[in-house]
């Protein structure tokens, strides 16, 4: 799909000054296909040329209420007059930690500002208190842009080698080698290799740093059991389990992923819908480790941790969680789960509907389970993209990687749904030539 008139001459403008025309790589699709944002509200965006789509990306995941939420936004009205940052401590701040508290049961709690500040401090934390160095991460997994954890992110296959020994690539160029060595990587839900790595290696990792689903990788969940195998793990060799929470936390239950799979983690790390797209992020944890973050001992800070407008966004996304609305999510996500797993079974098209329903994924694959990056890998991204380009020509608009999940917002309506079915059959029926 090419992008309209005004996109373009946004784009041009945009690429004289900002490299590929975006803030993030992630939000380039090429010179004449990236669209330009004019607005959001609710569960829809409009582009440049005033088209507008059903919105399942969300911005990648955080507008979990939907864009501009009167509640958040009314919330960060009150605080805007009193300025922004303070290096103080403000009433929100404390409330913030009380709420994130009460709804995961995480004992303490640290404000940062993005998910990729929240894992790093969190590897930090866990490398101060248990004395080593290494992590441990899976194939498929994405935690930021730092870079210690920017190995085996989306590695090619193949290109990464057998995945019994798993060749560490990194993300791109301006990633030292040298960090490779800091770094184990092993494929989701195998639990003879993990535990095999983990027994060679225990005395100098850290931690093992893990989404709870792959919330990278057209949300692939984990195996009955394993993540009780990884806690089990983590505490026979004293390694410290961080479960990185920033897609999922506060969206596939209240208490995020630790609540949703019954799995209680050393550290945990929040940031998306923490502040329904205002940024602000978390790490949480329990109190022996918390507690010995101070001056001298494990150092944490950020000018902007704890903005008021952060935290007053924050304050109010929570307050809303808190009163049932992620249950309006589940049940749209449910709606659309649900449609396209028929329409895909029967137009016959080999394919999984995953996850839960707030972040589900499609996988287009013969296979009747993926468990890990290389299943997904192989899976057909062509059809899945054609599908995708088609439904944006119709107003609707996952994302067209299949790597990421229609995420799901409260502000998405049944007429939303029946349109995204409608729309998704004539689709598929497009593509398949049927
Ligand atoms: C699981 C996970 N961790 C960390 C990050 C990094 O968060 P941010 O983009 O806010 O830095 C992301 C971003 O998508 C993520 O999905």
Known sequence: ????????????????????????????WGDDKTLMLKKGQGGYIWDQDD????????????????????????????VLEMGNTFAMTSEYEVSVAEKIHKLTGVDMVRLANTGTEATMHAIRIARAY???????????????????????????????GYRRSPVLVAHGSGIPMKLS???????????????????????????????PLMGNTASIMPDEGFLDFVRDLCDEYGIKLIIDEVKTGFR??????????????????YAKALGNGFPVAAIGGKRDIMSEIAPGKIP???????NAVAVAAADATLDAIEDGALDAVESHGKKLMEGIKKLLMQYDVPSLVQGPPSMFGIVLTGKDR???????????HDTYEKIILSLFEKGVMPDKDSREPWFISASH???????????????LKEVLGK
């Open 413 to 427: 309506t049944d007429g939303d749904a029946a349109f995204v079915l409608q729309a998704f059959e004539d689709s």
């Open 370 to 380: 993926v468990s890990e990056y290389r299943d997904w890998a192989v899976s057909d």
């Open 130 to 160: 248990t004395g080593r160095d290494k992590i441990l991460k899976f194939e498929g997994h994405y935690h930021g842009f730092h870079d210690t954890t920017l190995w085996n992110c989306y590695p090619p296959i193949p290109g990464a």
């Open 51 to 78: 088209n507008r789509y059903i919105d399942y990306r969300l911005g990648f995941g955080p507008v979990i209420l939907g864009h501009g939420f009167k509640p958040v936004t009314d919330r960060i009205k009150e």
């Open 181 to 211: 060595e800091l770094v184990i990587s092993v494929p989701f839900n195998d639990r003879e290799l993990l535990e095999n790595r983990v027994k060679e290696n225990w005395g100098d990792i850290a931690c093992i740093i893990m989404e």
């Open 252 to 269: 596939i239950a209240k208490g995020g992923a630790q609540e949703y799979f019954g799995i209680k983690a050393d550290l945990v790390t």
């Open 1 to 28: 799909m090419q992008s309209g008139v005004r996109s373009k001459v946004m784009f041009q403008r945009a690429s004289n000054v900002i490299p590929c025309g975006v803030n993030s790589n992630f939000r380039y």
């Open 300 to 306: 944490l800070g950020g000018t902007y941790t704890g």
